[in-house]
């Protein structure tokens, strides 16, 4: 309900600052996530999947974006080497646990470009929030082995700040060769008191202009 929730506010802002922009853009993406779930023994996990939004410029340099991602299943895998119990109650046996975990991203926030005649450069700085089922899922693995990890849903804060570059190819019609964005989510891990990921994505697709 909080993503329906934010999803529904950021489209009716949206759709009120159409009649202010001066230029309003629609974009689809490929995107790929590298992942730092700060798990123990752990890898990064790369999550693969797309969206899309709108970009609306108030003015030739300034505007405002509106993202919106989804990415595909993947496997996350955690090794308790010894049996851990905590003073809170939360006991985890020591085993290899692994459980899917999928990723949605809803981002708003500033759009700075160069207004280049075919080549356009853009820095953005993004707001919002994400959910994923991995934490869920892999405390369920972990209770279900006599483990008692709390377990709830979450949809933390997330932040994403970098930029990329537009190169027009018709009058209505941009290629988005490339996007690169350092991305900070805030899930709470449920195995360690780690409440910050510092992970990066990149987007690339089509712009209709």
């Given amino acids: 309900m909080k993503i329906t929730r934010a999803i529904l506010l950021g489209t009716w802002l949206l759709a009120g600052d159409f009649a202010f ?17 700060t798990l123990a023994n752990s890898n990064s996990q790369g999550f ?3 969206g ?18 989804a990415y595909s299943t993947t496997s996350f895998t955690t090794t308790i080497n010894s049996n851990v119990a905590t003073s809170g109650g939360t006991v985890i046996p020591a085993g290899t646990y692994t459980a ?22 853009f820095g953005e700085v993004l707001f919002g929030g994400s959910h994923t089922t991995a934490y869920e899922n892999l405390a369920k693995a972990i ?10 849903t979450q949809n933390p804060f997330t932040l994403a700040a970098g930029g990329g570059v537009d190169v027009s190819v018709m009058k209505h ?20 008191n780690t409440s910050s990921q510092n992970n990066f994505r990149y987007c690339g697709g089509i712009v209709l202009k």
């Avoid at 001066?22 to 992942?35: C, I, K, M, P, T």
């Avoid at 209770?143 to 709830?152: A, D």
Wanted: proline share 7%; hydrophobic share 40%; charged share 15%.
């Fill in 100 to 121: 899917q975990g999928n990723m949605y991203t809803y981002l708003f926030g500033p759009l700075l470009r160069i207004p280049l005649p075919v080549v356009k450069p």
């Fill in 48 to 50: 693969n999947g797309g």
């Fill in 173 to 192: 019609l941009a290629l988005r060769l490339g996007e690169f964005d350092y991305v900070l989510t805030k899930f709470r891990n449920p195995l360690t």
């Fill in 21 to 37: 922009a001066q230029r309003a853009d629609v974009f689809g993406e490929y995107s790929y996530l590298h992942f730092s779930p």
């Fill in 52 to 69: 899309g939004g709108a970009d609306l410029y108030f003015l030739k340099i300034l505007g405002i974006k509106a993202d919106f991602m």
């Fill in 143 to 152: 209770n279900n082995n006599g483990g008692s990890v709390s377990i709830s």
